[in-house]
């Protein structure tokens, strides 16, 4: 199975800071990598497909890159909505596999 | 727009089983791969088991592979998950999710509001 791992586990930040998230694949899965966001008690948001394609709807604060096995998220200007946990999931191989998630919180 | 609607869930005793529903609408729904993901009271997400949009084939996590079933109703367009044999570490909200192309990997671009299925005696 394909290991994937997250840091920071958690993060605090204020409203207009600069946030990276990053994902590592134990191998290699091409761009096979989606960013979720969720918030308590709702359901995951897919921000990122394809390690960089925006999902339509997005802000174009969020971005991602990567490709192989390291990946990162990126907000460019924390805002208040932007307060959540978020999660990466790769696609290169069954079972399908996610990271352990990232809180980014109110500093 | 595009709707996935669980339904299903409940209290079950441990050696139970439940049949999770996910009713779609608002897409082609034969022609994409569905999927459960499930997840734990305060833990992280957890890829149960995915089927193609035709139904011929399918996929599981070891935790739940030979007690779960996926399968699908494309005239009904709704999208099932039978668990039998229940344990309580299947206690979690399970979701169902659509795969964000036809073509391609398992990447998801739609997900329900999700099930509780909880497991005690």
């Known amino acids: 199975d394909i290991q994937m791992t997250q840091s920071p586990s958690s993060v605090s930040a204020s409203v207009g800071d600069r946030v990276t998230i990053t994902c590592r694949a134990s191998q290699g899965i091409s761009s096979w990598l989606a960013w979720y966001q969720q918030k308590p008690g709702k359901a995951p948001k897919v921000l990122i497909y394809a390690a960089s394609n925006l999902q339509s709807g997005v802000p174009s604060r969020f971005s991602g890159s990567g490709s192989g096995t390291d990946f990162t998220l990126t907000i460019s200007s924390l805002q208040p909505e932007d307060f959540a946990t978020y999660y990466c999931q790769q696609a290169n191989s069954f079972p399908l596999t996610f990271g352990g998630g990232t809180k980014v919180e109110i500093k | 727009e595009v709707q996935l609607l669980e339904s299903g869930g409940g209290l079950v005793q441990p050696g139970g089983s439940l049949r999770l529903s996910c009713a779609a609408s608002?897409?082609?729904?034969?022609?994409?791969?569905m999927s459960w993901v499930r997840q734990a009271p305060g833990k992280g997400l957890e890829w149960v088991s995915g089927i193609s949009g035709s139904g011929g084939y399918t996929s599981y996590a070891d935790s739940v592979k030979g007690r779960f079933t996926i399968s699908r109703d494309n005239a009904k367009n709704t999208l099932y998950l039978q668990m039998n044999s229940l344990r309580a570490e299947d206690t979690a909200v399970y979701y169902c999710a659509k795969k964000y192309s036809s073509s391609g990997n398992s990447l998801f671009d739609y997900w329900g509001q999700g099930t509780l299925v909880t497991v005690s005696s």
């Open positions: 608002g897409f082609t729904f034969s022609s994409y791969g």
